[in-house]
């Protein structure tokens, strides 16, 4: 905050002609977060000439105007009733898009959003063990195990030795290959191989194996217009089959 100094007379009263100063000691306040958009839009953007595309809804693709003023692009955007957004600021000369920032807002998220789906897919996790574990403790790191691989994650298992423990190594080394097996349906082990005072070996998740969960069944994936036809047909065929049931005997008779 903002802390002002002011020379003061006998009787405690600012004294004539002197200037008062003002001394910073910082603000604690955390910094705002700003709500402007990323990219400059409208009235942001000053750069002149600019090279102009228009979004165009659909398979259509954009439309190009080519290089055209600022004012001409405002023009177009405001007669669009749409927004005159920078997409690339560093090219020569400068490339926006006339497009609803809304929409293209939403799609970058999108966009961001399945890019760190795919980071996730490298994304490496740790599971930690002892070579002496108790039955019910590998159980559960066997299931943490299953569950990264499961998410898509890489498994890096690890076996510690402390002191005198190294002389066991070839206990770790079963005990990572029985993971290995435990875990076989979802998951590839590699070798098994010593990093100092641990045993370590990598997991990684089968592609195929999620793709398969990923995907579901069909009755999963069908639409509610599907289903509703679906469920339409189920009504017919049982309609016909109660009909052919009750023609049945006349034509006996």
């Known amino acids: 905050g903002w802390v002002r100094g002011v020379t003061t007379g ?10 008062c100063m003002a001394v910073d000691r910082g603000s604690r306040a955390p910094p705002q ?3 402007e958009p990323v990219l400059p839009m409208n009235e ?5 000439p600019l090279r102009v595309v228009i979004a165009k809804g659909g398979d259509e693709g954009d439309e190009m105007l080519g290089v055209i003023s600022l004012q001409e692009a ?9 927004d005159l957004v920078m997409i690339s600021p560093k090219s020569d000369p400068p490339v926006c898009k006339i497009v609803d920032y809304g929409k293209l807002k939403y799609q970058m998220d999108r966009k961001k959003k399945d890019n760190l789906k795919k980071t996730k897919v490298n994304e490496l996790k740790e599971v930690k063990m002892s070579y002496k574990i108790e039955s019910h403790d590998y ?10 691989l499961n998410s898509g994650s890489r498994v890096k298992a690890v076996v510690q030795f402390r002191g005198r423990e190294q002389q066991y190594m070839n206990l770790g080394v ?22 100092g005072n641990r045993m370590i070996m990598f997991i990684n998740p089968i592609q195929e194996k999620l793709a398969n969960k990923g995907g579901g069944g069909g009755k999963e994936k069908m639409g509610k217009k599907e289903r509703q036809q679906a469920k339409a047909a189920k009504a017919l065929a ?15 008779a």
Do not use: H, Y
């Open 10 to 19: 006998s009787r405690g009263l600012p004294a004539s002609g002197v200037v």
């Open 33 to 35: 977060r700003s709500n």
């Open 44 to 48: 942001k953007i000053k750069a002149d």
């Open 74 to 82: 405002r023009a177009k955007a405001q007669e669009l009733e749409k």
């Open 139 to 148: 159980q559960v790191r066997r299931r943490n195990a299953e569950k990264f």
């Open 174 to 195: 079963d005990l990572l290959n029985k993971l290995a097996e435990d875990v076989s349906s979802i998951g590839n082990g590699e070798k098994p191989k010593r990093e």
């Open 238 to 252: 049982k309609q016909n089959g109660s009909a052919d049931a009750a023609q049945g005997p006349k034509e006996a």
